[in-house]
């Protein structure tokens, strides 16, 4: 059943060859219960090792992370889904959906049951007993969200988990989750570095910096669902978050500059 | 399929003929008929006499079972702790290479050393050739499986002995079928050769053959070899149907 998730302080670092790194450094953060939460940070910015410290995968250097204000065990009870689903290939969709159910010993009869009820509720009714190998990318995508979901987790966790797919399918899916979330009013902490998909997803944005991931700002969204991606108060948000997270992008524009000035004075150089 | 039984009786034909011909000397290889006519004397009157064919089989296949059963059983498991565990594969890995190298028949003099001549000489020379490769196949299967499966078994709530019994065991299942096929692949190579160390109850198709040799029955030699043949293609199809069941899914 849904919780709400507490940050206090955490502090992640790495032990590597050439000296400690920290991976993150001091986020305090608070996710309401029901709430849908995105974290925005550029790539290697450390929002995947978060969530490994979140799902309980791996322990924060210091900190502590509360589920309903309470430090109790979160494997088997934060759910993920990851750009990389890791279904597991030897099981047809349904047996995938069922593995959760599996963990907590639940009869064989029953987890089939619920599980078939998720698939065919995300429209995979006629592929049930197909392998992952046998769906197309879409299709993995809603199978990797069942298998979370069917397991009714206190935190739904989910790492770029369209960031694969082509723009129709991205879009398709994010208009389901939004559905699929106002009915089940779980907690959803989702992960993005893509500032569109976040304002038109969640309820509030955390910007985090690059590494050592710091939170920069946390920026509420309060433009009613459904959103249009046109409309003006879609825009402004969008240019909110820009202001604080896009901040590198002239840089980026004065390198390509020099580099096209080089390749014109080579040009002329060779006519 | 079809084409294969095509090409493959194409062939049969332009032998026969080559032999009716003389193309072939019949001195040097039997025909197809010949051989399929000294199938069926050894079947029916046996050799030596009284040894038929499908004893001589069953012996076989028993020596063969029992070689690379005993392999399966020691190879599975010690191929799962070097996977699983990097310690003990660094600790083992020198020893392994050192003796992997070694064929299977290099060892039959100092199987005859130790087991005598018989059953347990020949079945340790098929377990020394289906070993290593079920065993380094089981072991590089459990050493690869995707740290992604694993992670969100665990995720779902998976405790060791789950992640074992459905996350390792099933993900390394290709690779260990792929070993256990090549393993069976040797098992059956060596068999004939492990046979002329020679059997005590005078079975096995290997010793069928030698005996064919003493007899200087030549087609009689190649209708043991064509047994042989027949048995170790029908071996492989076998294992290629389970390998299928057991990898739904996963090709
Ligand atoms: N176990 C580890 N040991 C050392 N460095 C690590 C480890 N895991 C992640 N990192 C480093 O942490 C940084 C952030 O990685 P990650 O959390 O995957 O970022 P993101 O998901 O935002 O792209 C990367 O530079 C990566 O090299
Ligand atoms: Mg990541």
């Given at each position: 059943m849904a919780k709400d998730l507490t940050l206090e302080q955490i502090h992640k670092c790495y032990a590597t060859d050439s000296g400690k790194r920290i991976i993150i450094d001091d986020i305090s953060l608070h996710v309401p219960k029901g709430s849908f939460v995105t974290i925005l940070g550029s790539n290697g910015s450390g929002k995947s090792t978060l969530m490994r410290l979140i799902t309980g995968q791996e322990e924060p250097t210091s900190g502590s992370i509360l589920l309903d204000g309470q430090n109790i065990p979160r494997l088997g009870h934060v759910g993920l889904v990851s750009q990389e689903l890791n279904l597991f290939p030897w099981r047809t969709a349904l047996e995938n959906v069922a593995f959760g159910l599996e963990m907590q010993d639940i009869p064989s009869q029953e987890r089939l049951k619920l599980a078939k009820v998720y698939l065919e509720a995300f429209g995979l009714g006629a592929f049930l007993n197909q392998y992952p190998s046998q769906l197309s990318g879409g299709m993995r995508q809603k199978v990797a969200i069942s298998r979370t979901l069917v397991t009714a987790p206190d935190i739904i966790l989910m790492d770029e988990p369209f960031s694969a797919l082509d723009f129709q399918t991205r879009t398709g899916l994010q208009c389901f989750l939004l559905q699929l979330w106002a009915k089940l009013k779980e907690t959803i902490v989702f992960v993005t570095h893509e500032v569109e998909e976040a304002v038109f997803l969640s309820d509030f944005i955390v910007v985090i910096s690059t590494i050592p991931a710091k939170i920069k700002k946390i920026i509420p969204v309060s433009i009613p669902r459904p959103r249009s991606r046109n409309s003006p108060d879609f825009a402004k948000v969008k240019a909110e978050v820009f202001t604080v997270y896009g901040a590198t992008s002239c840089l980026g524009n004065q390198e390509l500059k020099e580099a096209l000035d080089f390749l014109q004075r080579h040009k002329a150089k060779n006519v | 399929m079809r084409k294969?039984?095509?090409?493959?009786?194409l062939l049969l034909g332009l032998w026969q003929l080559a032999s009716s011909l003389g193309i072939i000397n019949e001195l040097r290889f039997a025909s197809p008929l010949a051989i399929l006519r000294g199938i069926i004397e050894i079947e029916e009157i046996g050799l030596p006499p009284d040894y038929y064919l499908h004893t001589h089989i069953y012996y076989s296949m028993k020596l063969v079972a029992s070689g690379f059963g005993l392999a399966l059983i020691s190879a599975i498991p010690l191929g799962v702790l070097i996977g699983a565990s990097s310690k003990v594969r660094a600790f083992l890995r020198p020893v392994l290479e050192f003796l992997r190298p070694i064929p299977p028949l290099a060892w039959i003099p100092i199987a005859m050393l130790w087991f005598g001549i018989g059953f347990p000489s020949a079945c340790f020379i098929i377990f020394?050739?289906?070993?290593?490769?079920?065993?380094?196949?089981?072991?590089?299967?459990?050493?690869?499986?995707?740290?992604?499966?694993?992670?969100?078994?665990?995720?779902?709530?998976?405790k060791p002995k789950e992640l074992w019994l459905k996350v390792y065991l099933p993900a390394s299942l290709p690779s260990i079928v792929t070993g256990l096929r090549l393993g069976m692949g040797i098992a059956w190579m060596t068999l004939v050769a492990a046979e002329f160390t020679g059997v005590q109850d005078g079975y096995g198709l290997g010793y069928m053959i030698m005996t064919a040799r003493d007899l200087q029955r030549l087609d009689l030699i190649c209708a043991g070899m064509a047994v042989i043949g027949i048995i170790g293609i029908l071996l492989e199809r076998l294992l290629q149907l389970i390998s299928h069941f057991l990898l739904r899914g996963q090709e």
């Open positions: - | 294969a039984l095509f090409s493959f009786g020394l050739g289906a070993f290593f490769p079920i065993l380094l196949d089981t072991a590089h299967g459990v050493e690869n499986v995707p740290k992604g499966l694993v992670d969100s078994a665990k995720i779902l709530g998976a």
